[in-house]
Nanobody, 129 residues
Framework: VQLVESGGGLVQPGGSLGLSCAAS????????TGWFRQAPGKEHHEFVS?????????YYADSVKGRFTISRDRSKNTVYLQMSNLKPEDTAVYYC??????????????????????WGQGTRVTVSS
């Protein structure tokens, strides 16, 4: 499975931006897709949001809750991240990743160790005036 993120760019504080994560195919082991980000100067990837392909409620980091919305289009094997009321601290390279199991999704949400089937190349989001 190959993932391609798109939609990043420069936006002013308070603005909106939409990201897309397109998968080349739907891997049989795919359970969920998650969005992560790596801020400038930071080594780790921060969890942003995730959604299971089978349904259920989406998950969000506290820092983006109420501002970001994740959604999926099964027919296009694509997951979206709509970001609004963006803040300078949202500046980062955003990545999407395919999570193979429910335990990996739980680990992502709780900050544990997780496996992933695929990881995209990232798309840069810069929030600045």
């Amino acid at each position: 499975v190959q993932l391609v993120e798109s939609g990043g760019g420069l936006v002013q504080p308070g603005g909106s931006l939409g990201l897309s994560c397109a998968a080349s195919e739907r891997a049989r082991s795919t359970y969920a897709t998650g969005w992560f980000r790596q801020a400038p100067g930071k080594e780790h990837h921060e969890f942003v949001s995730a959604i299971a392909w089978s349904g259920g409620s989406p998950y969000y980091a506290d820092s983006v809750k109420g501002r970001f919305t994740i959604s999926r289009d099964r027919s296009k094997n694509t997951v979206y991240l709509q970001m609004s009321n963006l803040k300078p601290e949202d500046t980062a390279v955003y990545y999407c990743a395919v999570l193979p199991s429910s335990s990996d999704l739980v680990a992502v949400i709780t900050g544990g160790s997780y496996d992933y089937d695929a990881w995209g190349q990232g798309t840069r989001v810069t929030v600045s005036s």
